[in-house]
């Protein structure tokens, strides 16, 4: 699924082949989630500049080989390094992952999506000081006119005029 408009400087997917093994304190960050589900996978992810300060500043993970993948999404994990710690400040499941240009207490917004040829859907994320949280979610459907013609510049679906 392709959404336009929306990359401010990188991109993350799940199924990239560049993706790495992340470094113990990044691992330990997420593990150590009250809810992790995922303790017989691997976690593999990349730096990203979450910050824009110029230097990585963050990393974005999912699990490796599949793990816990649903048909079209697998799970993804944020892990910043704040007061010299790294803080698990995301975690859900889509497909990709792109900053945008808008940053909320210092750190850039996140747009997540996933979508299948029946649906597909949009999630914008800005950052509290201590956590990730959305700021506008939507499901597109191709028939649904009406929500794909409010928000044309995010709706991958082609519609009528």
């Known amino acids: 699924m392709c959404f336009v408009n929306l990359a401010f400087a990188e991109s993350f997917f799940i199924e ?45 993970v999912t699990t490796s080989q599949a793990c816990g993948w649903g048909a079209a999404t697998g799970p993804i994990w944020l892990v910043v390094k704040l007061n010299g710690l790294y803080i698990n400040v995301l975690q859900t499941t889509t497909y990709a992952a792109d900053i945008v240009k808008n940053k909320d207490h210092g750190l850039h917004q996140l747009v997540t999506t996933s979508g299948t040829a029946g649906h597909a859907s949009y999630t914008r994320w800005k950052f509290t000081g201590k956590t990730y949280e959305q700021l506008e979610n939507y499901v597109f459907l191709p028939d649904d006119e009406k929500l794909c013609k409010a928000h044309k510049d995010i709706c991958p679906f082609e519609i009528s005029n």
């Open 16 to 60: 990239e082949k560049i993706l790495t093994q992340v470094p113990k304190a990044v691992a330990i960050a997420i593990s150590a989630t009250k809810n992790f589900a995922f303790p017989e996978c691997k976690l593999v992810g990349k730096t990203v500049n979450i910050s824009g300060q110029g230097k990585a500043s963050g990393y974005i």
